[in-house]
């Protein structure tokens, strides 16, 4: 799920100023209560501001797809086959032709940073020391050199095709010279998806302090202060190509997606990218076939979280489609996973690995970096679990013949 278009999300002035708290900042916080991801996103909700949570927990329009993503996970029933040792079991799944730990990494999250200052940094360490992907967004609020070490060759890079050549060739540089080997390429956002929830919340470009959300910021201290000690969410990585550093945050928004990406753009980018690609926002088992053909090495199939149309199928339901004719190319999903059930799902689906957004994004909300480190620890426990209870050993020996 990659989330794009936020706002500025703290002032260049501390709103906390307004109204002066005591913050007890090195109280340790309990999170041995915390049994699941909607524990939470429960958290996530009550610490941070409503326009921060809001941005991250919405859906385009009415969030229809927000809601179907859910709903279609929900109906894929798998059936246990018992009588069988599963005493030792593994969760590693390879991936052209590197072993990852868990089937499962971060999806790329834009403005991350809103759901708690440094958490980019955060989710790159985690996945460095776990051995699972992390998706790096050209739209993420820490630059592409500082997420690659910290993910210590465990990072790839999300490429949204920009308007402006020079951030396009520098991007792809920049990349490489990081040791990046998977790019992905996401393509459903040339049109922007109306998120209701933040008009509702006068989110603007660039960031406005109305008296409510002023409200807002001085209710919830705590994230008021670290944003002003960490500094406020931007596109870092954009920001080397910007010439005015007086240059507004929606001026570089703009620029930052094109509306003209087609299949010659796509041919484009797999000359210039010597890694792997991947394409993501594919949800039509045609486009999947053109893609391949084109020289993409894998599929993410993916409804951007439902965050950019409400009228579409759910990712999951549109996955058994695509990856039959993928063939041997690994295929990816994103979208709507919550449980460790919903990975076992996804892979007796024909799904390869999936990735998760705001699974990390919540635990981040919730309690910093102890938080995602638990969004990790739930998904990786509860998969291990489901892997058990359906009477396999392998997370890779997932088939078709555990679905009903």
């Not at 799904?351 to 919730?366: D, K, N, P, S």
Request: net charge neutral; charged share 20%.
């Amino acid at each position: 799920m990659d989330i794009l278009i936020g706002p500025a999300l703290a002032a260049s002035v501390n709103p906390c100023e307004a109204q002066p708290v005591q913050l007890n900042l090195k109280r340790p916080m309990s999170l041995t209560n915390l049994a699941s991801i909607d524990d939470l996103r429960l958290r996530a909700r009550k610490r941070l501001p409503k326009f921060a949570f809001d941005f991250i927990d919405g859906g385009a329009d009415d969030e229809l797809n927000l809601r179907k993503n859910r709903t279609a996970f929900d109906a894929v029933e798998l059936v246990p086959r018992y009588l069988t040792d599963i005493t030792n079991r593994s969760m590693k799944t390879r991936l052209f032709g590197d072993e990852y730990t868990v089937p499962f990494g971060v999806a790329p999250v834009g403005f991350m940073n809103s759901a708690w200052p440094g958490a980019d940094l955060m989710l790159a360490k985690l996945a460095g020391n776990k051995h699972f992907p992390y998706v790096i967004s050209t739209a993420s609020s820490t630059a592409i050199e500082p997420l690659t070490e910290a993910a210590n060759g465990y990072a790839w890079f999300q490429l949204y095709y920009p308007c402006n050549a020079n951030v396009y060739g520098g991007l792809i540089e920049r990349a490489k010279a990081a040791g990046i080997k998977v790019m992905m390429l996401t393509v459903d956002v040339s049109s922007p998806g109306k998120r209701d929830r933040d008009i509702r919340n006068q989110l603007t470009v660039p960031f406005k302090l109305t008296p409510r959300v002023l409200s807002d910021l001085v209710t919830h201290p705590r994230w008021c202060w670290e944003t002003a000690r960490h500094g406020s969410p931007d596109l870092a990585n954009i920001l080397p190509y910007v010439d005015d550093g007086s240059r507004s945050l929606a001026t570089m928004q703009a620029e930052l997606i094109s509306s003209s990406v087609s299949w010659e753009t796509l041919q484009r980018i797999r000359d210039d990218w010597p890694g792997k690609l991947l394409i993501k926002g594919i949800l039509h088992p045609d486009d999947a076939t053109r893609a391949l053909a084109a020289g993409c090495d894998g599929i993410v199939v993916s409804n951007h979280g439902g965050r950019q149309i409400s009228f579409g199928p759910a990712s999951i339901s549109a996955l058994p489609d695509i990856a039959k004719v993928a063939g041997d190319s690994p295929v990816l999903l994103d979208s709507g996973i919550r449980r460790g059930a919903d990975i076992v799902r996804a892979k007796a689906l024909g799904a390869t690995m999936v990735l998760a957004g705001r699974a990390f994004a919540y635990g981040a909300g919730a309690a910093g970096e102890a938080g995602v480190g638990k969004a990790y620890e739930i998904l990786h426990t509860e998969l291990d679990r489901a892997v058990g209870q359906i009477g396999c050993t392998q997370f890779e020996a997932v088939d078709g013949s555990f679905l009903r």
